[in-house]
């Protein structure tokens, strides 16, 4: 269903045109922020804004109430202009209680608007948050525009009426913060009242409590006295086309499905639950009648193997996992590329190491899949840059995969999975098949090798039950082009350098590596997955500045695209900001002998602009 | 269903061009030679069947059949074989395993391969040691038992890897031993028969660590009072003259001497099709030297198969929502357009 959005309220107050907009809902975990930032962001993005999201949530399913830990949040970024990343500081914060406040405060620009549900500080609330006198009542928050607003009670008298317990009606108070920000930002409530009414289908009184609670809000804005005026945001000048809003999960799920079809392949997908990495699965399981087989394995283990199997079946085959299931897979990966099949591998990355910061956001996973597995053993390595880009990436992903058969492993991480943006919507039949041909018997009547190579040193992808073409792999060595077991010293060195070479060989196709400015300069910032957003918009700004500063983003982190040494050597100072401490830092300066200087971040959180620029002007002339 | 035009194959046409390595006298031998000969048999194209191992001594196997093949890593093969069976339940797969692959590291994958019920057939070689490196104890090692690892012998009780099957579920369970040639010949081609998992424990020799094992089994004058070939529908009998029986004693199987008042009809009758495993989990605890060991079918009952019920809903997800249309999802939901 295609919506037009239509400004459907007449505004008696004030409305101020802006260009962008940060907002963050929080709350504890439990509160519904969130659905509550979900839905603000797929308003928006309806109202033609460009979008950038940032879900942030404890680990703990449901923390204590009340608590520092329990806190959770999500912040949209929406605006009139092309933007990449969901913001910095705060424009508008909605604190449902003061452990949200207490956390979270800090990150709200001097004047913002602060809208306190101030119904939630009671005496143990604010204990529970550690505050020792009442922030709303101190004069802690003078520097921002204050707003209290009795939300539960509001809640409570929306509802009233309905016969739900007290519990039901003040989980709705979600819908009340919503409708509050939907009017300050002049948002239709038409999406959510689509979403509730689909989402309670089952639950009448539910949904009509989440109604009430959602227009009380909004008509709470439009008539207190205290909202003096509102907020506009133009549509964005995007590309011209038919959006929808996409997690970067859910690009990546849509993008493999699509591979599939590419290549007139079923997908088999075996996989383990874990962090943030759950949701592909959870997608991909819906899609049975585009020929999706989803296997919900014993362990992470088993879901590679059974991929690999699937693999040697004919199957275009995945398995999506995150770091710690990750360290898992090694040694099967390393059997796939012994096998030389084509599988992918999803490696969502969070914080580490061990179990780290299950729900936070981390890039250092990077040297784990690059070498996490015995022996000499290569694998491509592509890396999502965006929650739309995802798409694309797996796509790439499959058909190097299956040109080359070789495992190919994708990179995306907790940002990029969670957070979201407008994805312009393709049109399959624009998007380049990807040929795959199984040998159907054997050539000539000559035997069948199953290592015999092509000119980029792929083997054939023979699948059993063709008949002439039966033939075993293994994990030990092989005989070149037999594929027999073969302990010849000599033997073993070739084969090493074959698959090697094979990865290598990557490169011919991957095409050359991009300059966002100038081909020389002062100074490259250099990055590759989430950061893409935060690299670019600083560059752009240092480039507006007048200062002689490019931007390249790695797609592929292995093999490096060909011209990449060249364009490095084009500059002054390379800047790497990384996720980690200095991954691709150190494979940088190992393959082009380059001094780098890497920008450090490992706090569970994505880099602010404002950081790469600090650091890129310690750079600069 | 056999067609016509399909050729006759004779055993030696499963054998690969690959020398057999493993070591001379060993039991693997006769378990390749009954397969090749049982292949012959069930007259399934070879380009059909998969042979998919682990890692030890057995798990070299596929190398030597002339049929599609995997030797993949130490204690995972059910999990690649669920992987191509899910994707391709016109294959025939088999899962060639060791009491180290299969019981230790690989103990996880066996209990979920086995009680999911995907159509495989595991055919476990159990010479109750690790082979291929050279001669520790496995965890069908009795207790006690000295080897480089254990100088001052085992302390962990061994498993038992029919009771473990049949603790899963297992739709098909059964025992054989490698000298015992007709009797493993029948018992392979009836597992490969069987829709389901099929688990097949073998008793094999390793002649290099752990010769002997199987002795009270396999020697001519002990086997006859030390094992009892369990048919269905069948009184347990066994003895040099079948002279004596397992009766019910309670829930207690115990021996008893046929003649002196006790005939056939007091013994325990065996049903491998009993819904309940109770019985087959009482057959699979009679152990030596206490009681003679079973051998043949203890269990073979139908359950709906993974394999199927994964493309049974694929086929009914294309049936009731149509062939996925990727333009249409793509265009689903809330859009919008910028002009």
């Given at each position: ?617 310690t750079l600069l002339p | 269903m056999a067609s016509v035009e399909l050729p006759v194959l004779k055993p ?19 378990i390749l030679a009954q397969m090749k000969k049982v292949m012959a048999t069930l007259g399934w194209p ?132 490698d000298v015992h040639i007709k009797h493993l010949a029948d018992t392979l081609k009836r597992a490969a ?147």
């Open positions: 269903m295609s919506t037009e959005f239509e400004s459907e309220t007449e505004q008696s107050k004030t409305v101020l045109q802006i260009e962008e907009a940060t907002v963050r809902f929080c709350g504890d975990s439990g509160d519904g922020m969130q659905l509550a930032g979900t839905q603000l962001t797929n308003t928006s993005a309806l109202a033609g804004n460009d979008i950038a999201t940032f879900p942030d949530f404890p680990a703990e399913i449901r923390a204590p109430r009340g608590t520092l830990a329990g806190v959770s949040g999500f912040q949209v970024h929406f605006a009139s202009t092309d933007i990449y990343t969901p913001g910095e500081s705060v424009d508008a914060m909605v604190a449902m209680n003061p452990a949200a406040l207490k956390t979270n405060v800090a990150d709200l620009k001097p004047g913002g608007v602060l809208i306190v549900n101030s119904d939630a500080f009671d005496k143990k609330s604010l204990e529970q948050a550690g505050y020792a006198t009442n922030p709303l009542e101190d004069e802690s928050l003078e520097g921002f525009q204050l707003f209290q607003v009795a939300m539960t009670d509001l809640t409570r008298r929306a509802v009233d009426g309905l016969d739900l317990s007290q519990k039901e009606a003040d989980r709705c108070r979600n819908f009340f913060a919503m409708g509050l920000a939907f009017w300050m930002y002049g948002r239709s409530l038409d999406p959510t009242l689509r979403f509730i009414e689909s989402k309670f289908k089952k639950l009448p009184a539910i949904a009509e409590a989440n109604r009430r609670a959602l227009t009380a809000g909004r008509n709470y804005g439009e008539t207190t006295d205290a909202f003096v005026s509102s907020y506009r945001v133009e549509k964005a000048k995007l590309p011209a086309g038919k959006y929808r809003n996409m997690t970067g999960n859910q690009a990546l799920a849509w993008g493999l499905m699509t591979a599939a079809k590419l290549s007139q392949k079923d997908l088999f997908l075996g996989s383990y639950p874990i962090t943030p990495a759950s949701d592909i699965l959870h997608e991909l399981s819906r899609y049975k009648n585009f020929g999706v087989r989803t296997f919900q394995a014993e362990d992470e283990i088993a879901a590679v193997c059974s991929a690999i199997g699937a693999a040697y079946s004919g199957h275009m085959a995945l398995t999506t996992s995150s770091g710690p299931g990750i360290a898992l897979k090694g040694e099967a990966m390393g059997l796939a590329v012994m096998l030389e099949l084509p599988l992918l591998i999803v490696d969502v990355q969070r914080g580490g190491p061990s179990t780290g910061l299950p729900t936070k956001t981390e890039q250092a996973d990077l040297l784990q899949v690059m070498f996490g597995r015995n022996g000499e053993c290569p694998m491509p390595v592509i890396a999502a840059r965006s929650p739309a880009d995802c798409f694309d990436v797996g796509i790439e992903a499959w058909r190097i995969a299956a040109r080359f058969m070789t495992p190919v492993m994708i990179l995306s991480d907790g940002y990029l999975a969670n957070g979201s943006e407008p994805w312009r919507i393709v049109n399959f039949k624009e998007l380049e098949p990807i040929p795959i041909k199984h040998p159907e018997g054997p050539v000539d009547g000559k035997p069948f090798l199953a290592y015999e190579r092509d000119e980029l040193l792929a083997r054939p992808w023979a699948i059993p039950g063709t008949p002439g073409l039966m033939h075993r792999v293994g994990g030990l060595e092989k005989a070149d082009g037999t594929g027999n077991v073969s302990y010849d010293p000599k033997n073993h060195q070739h084969m090493i350098n074959t698959r090697a070479q094979k990865v290598k060989n990557v490169a011919k196709v991957i095409g050359d590596q991009e300059v966002m400015g100038e081909a020389s300069g002062d100074l490259l910032v250099l990055s590759w997955g989430g950061p893409y957003g935060s690299c670019r918009t600083a560059v752009a700004k240092l480039q507006s500045q007048g200062h002689k500063v490019s931007h390249a983003h790695l797609r592929w982190l292995n093999p490096f695209p060909a011209n990449l040494g060249e364009i490095l050597r084009n500059f002054k100072k390379v800047l790497i900001p990384e996720l980690n401490m200095g991954q691709l830092s150190m494979l940088i300066r190992n393959e082009f002998m380059i001094d780098t200087v890497s920008l450090n971040k490992v706090q569970g959180k994505p880099f602010h602009v404002t950081e790469i620029i600090e650091k890129a002007k | 030696g046409d499963y054998g690969s061009d690959q020398d057999v390595r493993w070591c001379p006298g060993c039991g693997d031998y006769s070879r380009e059909k069947t998969v042979f998919v191992s682990g890692i030890g001594c057995s798990s070299r196997f596929p190398y030597y059949m002339n049929t599609y093949g995997m030797h993949s890593i130490h204690g995972r093969a059910p999990a690649f074989a669920t992987g191509i069976k899910s994707c391709r339940p016109d294959l025939n797969v088999f899962v060639i395993t060791g009491d180290g692959d299969a019981l230790s590291i690989g103990g996880n994958h066996f209990m979920h391969v086995v009680r999911r019920n995907v159509n495989l057939n595991i055919i476990l070689f159990n010479n109750r040691i690790y082979g291929l490196t050279k001669g520790q104890y496995s965890p069908t090692s009795e207790l006690g038992k000295v080897t480089k690892s254990t100088p001052m012998g085992a302390i962990d009780n061994p498993m038992n890897p029919l009771s473990l099957a049949i603790g899963c579920e297992a739709t098909f369970v059964a025992r054989s031993i028969e069987h829709p389901g998992v099929s688990f097949v424990e073998v008793y094999q020799n390793c002649n290099v660590f752990n010769d002997g094992a199987y002795k009270y089994a396999t020697d001519k004058a002990l086997k006859a009072d030390n094992i009892i070939e369990i048919e269905h529908g069948k009184p347990l009998i066994f003895g040099q003259n079948r002279e004596k029986g397992i009766r019910l004693n309670g829930m207690q199987p115990e021996v008893v001497e046929l003649g002196k008042g006790i005939t056939e009809d007091d013994l325990l009758f065996h049903d491998e099709t009993s819904p309940q495993p109770t019985l087959a989990y009482l057959l699979s605890r009679m152990r030596y030297p206490e009681f003679p060991e079973p051998i043949g079918v203890l269990r073979c009952v139908d359950a709906p198969r993974y394999d199927d019920l994964l493309n049974e809903q694929v086929a009914q997800a294309r049936a009731e929502k149509g062939e996925g249309d990727l333009d249409k999802l793509f265009n689903s939901g809330d859009t919008w357009t910028v002009e």
